[in-house]
C-alpha cells in the first residue's frame, strides 16, 4: 500500500477532482549518495537509453563515463528535469546534425520548467540550476517523423 499524497486533502469534499479520480504517488528524487541509489540512478538512465533514436547514438551514451554523475548535478536527481534536458538535448542533436548527446551540448541548452503548466508557488517547479543560452540552430534538419510515404516520385519513373 503506497502512503497517501502529502498533497491530499484530510476531507474528501475538500480534495480536488484528481485526488478523487486517481491515486497520486508522490515521486522524491533521486539520491546520489550510496551505492544502492547510484545504482537506481543509473537503471533509470539505462531505461531512457534504451528510447532514444538518435543516428549516432550508442549503448552507455547516458549510463557509461562521467554522464551519470554529470546528468544528476545537472537535474537535482528530479526525473522531470532529467526528462525536459533528454527532450531537449535530443532535437538539439537532431536539429545540429550531431545525432548524439554530449556533455558540451547539453551544456548549451538551458533547463526551464516554466510556462508547461506547474505552479511555482505551490513548489512545482524545483530549483533548476543556470545553464548558457541555447546555440543558434543552423543546417538542414532531420526528418524526425518515422512515416514511410514509399518510393520517391523520381524512383518510380
Not at 486517481?22 to 547510484?38: G, K, P, S
Not at 503548466?117 to 543560452?133: C, L, Y
Request: net charge negative.
Amino acid at each position: 500500500m503506497l502512503p497517501p499524497s502529502r498533497h491530499s486533502s484530510a476531507h474528501a469534499l475538500e480534495a480536488t477532482q484528481t485526488e478523487r479520480r486517481f491515486d497520486l504517488v508522490e515521486l522524491d528524487r533521486f539520491r546520489y549518495d550510496t551505492d544502492a541509489q547510484i545504482t537506481a540512478w543509473t537503471t533509470h538512465l539505462a531505461g531512457v537509453e534504451k528510447a532514444l533514436r538518435l543516428l549516432n547514438s550508442q549503448p552507455g551514451i547516458l549510463t557509461s563515463g562521467r554522464m551519470p554523475e554529470y546528468l544528476f548535478t545537472r537535474t537535482n536527481g528530479v526525473v522531470g528535469l532529467l526528462e525536459r534536458l533528454i527532450e531537449d538535448g535530443c532535437t538539439e542533436a537532431i536539429t545540429s546534425g550531431a545525432e548524439r548527446l554530449t556533455e558540451p551540448l547539453l551544456d548549451s541548452l538551458p533547463l526551464t520548467l516554466a510556462g508547461v503548466g506547474r505552479d511555482a508557488h505551490a513548489g512545482e517547479i524545483p530549483a533548476v540550476p543556470a545553464a548558457s543560452a541555447r546555440r543558434p540552430r543552423g543546417g538542414r534538419r532531420r526528418n524526425t517523423a518515422f512515416d514511410d510515404h514509399g518510393p520517391a516520385a523520381s524512383d518510380t519513373a
